[in-house]
């Protein structure tokens, strides 16, 4: 087999991506021929890359914006130069840029579309890009979800059903440092640590997560990790609620130092709202170190799957400060419940989210076609 995996942007930096270049590793780490073909980001130069002796990254330039999406001409050009060479192309949606290619390519073999999420805020993208996303549909060979029920719930994929599949992500268990996570630990001595990760943006549910704190005694500390456009306007609701002592905001976290705060809190908090958050690998990720997760059961994402409610952690409604508030009293102030949990998220991700689940079942689908 020679597969080519297209999608979005190089160097890496969202969860798409890392998808891509993971299952571009992994299966050329099984001597299976996995290509990558992406758009430059950051100003990162045109280039081919040799991963190894059965990967090569093809890295085209980003040159114009539309409807707040970056586009690479040249990905056609290459793709069209290129597609005949392999057996499976995998698409990696949204990206109207490597649908446009595909479409442009004549290519001829197995189409593999990864149905990452639905575009939902971007209603002028969708516009545009609508009969294209109806071509692909209808021309993939297979859909593949991150989850069952997102790709079983998509407004856009109720006619195709027959043809869906699943492959959960799958990530390498953190790697931590045991003296910088217990540093942390002795920052907030004696608490009970919360910690939160992702971009201050409005669908991460943040106003809800602060609200939860208020009524929470002293033993209990959030730390969230990331920036954003609402940073000030979450620091004024902090203020607002006189919660500076039970509220850190720790900006930007370099990607080496993640892992220690994953190891250092006792329960991590995702509290996001509308199905943008389609999967939260920063679920798995905690998985990994055994803590247990609090998450929304957000409609039609695959959010409260891969954190089982009682399992792993427990899920709660959406924008409910009062329900998250009493997920966390209930690990908190049950240290059975909370052991029995902890054990039961590191077995759900050794059971579902390794990397080696993830490429077992690529290997799986692409031999089924």
Aim: net charge neutral; aromatic share 8%; hydrophobic share 40%.
């Amino acid at each position: 087999m020679k597969i080519l995996q297209v999608g979005k942007f190089y160097p890496i930096r969202g969860g798409v991506e890392k998808v891509m270049y993971d299952l571009m590793l992994g299966l050329s780490e099984r001597e299976i021929h996995c290509d990558m073909l992406c758009a430059s980001t950051e100003n990162f130069p045109e280039t081919d890359i040799v991963i190894n002796q059965y990967a090569k990254l093809f890295v085209v330039s980003t040159q114009i914006k539309v409807a707040a999406t970056m586009l690479a001409p040249k990905m056609i050009s290459k793709l069209r130069s290129i597609a005949n060479q392999y057996d499976v192309i995998h698409i990696h949606h949204p990206d109207p840029m490597a649908t446009l290619s595909l479409f442009l390519a004549g290519f001829k073999g197995k189409v593999v579309l990864h149905w990452h999420s639905d575009i939902l805020k971007q209603k002028t993208l969708l516009k545009l890009y609508k009969p294209l996303q109806d071509w692909l549909i209808k021309r993939a060979d297979l859909i593949v979800g991150t989850s069952p029920i997102y790709v079983k719930e998509s407004q856009f994929l109720t006619k195709v059903q027959e043809k869906i599949a699943h492959i959960p992500i799958g990530v390498e268990p953190l790697l931590t440092d045991s003296t910088k996570a217990n540093l942390i630990r002795g920052r907030f001595a004696g608490k009970k640590i919360l910690f939160a990760l992702g971009r201050l943006v409005e669908y991460k549910g943040y106003p809800f997560l602060i609200e939860a704190m208020k009524g929470l005694d002293d033993s209990y500390h959030l730390l969230i990790g990331g920036i954003g456009p609402l940073k000030e306007e979450l620091e004024n609701q902090v203020k607002a609620l006189n919660l500076q002592d039970k509220i850190t905001f720790l900006g930007f976290i370099a990607d080496e130092d993640v892992p220690n705060y994953f190891k250092a809190c006792d329960i991590f908090c995702l509290s996001s709202t509308i199905k943008t958050e389609a999967f939260a690998i920063v679920q798995i990720e905690a998985m990994s170190l055994g803590k247990p997760v609090i998450s929304t059961r957000i409609p039609g994402s695959g959010v409260s799957w891969v954190n089982e409610h009682e399992v792993s952690g427990l899920t709660v409604p959406i924008e409910n400060v009062d329900d998250f508030r009493n997920a966390i009293l209930r690990l908190g102030e049950n240290k059975e419940f909370y052991d029995r949990l902890s054990k039961g998220a590191s077995e759900r991700f050794q059971q579902n989210f390794t990397l080696d689940k993830m490429i077992d079942k690529t290997i799986t689908i692409y031999k089924s076609l």
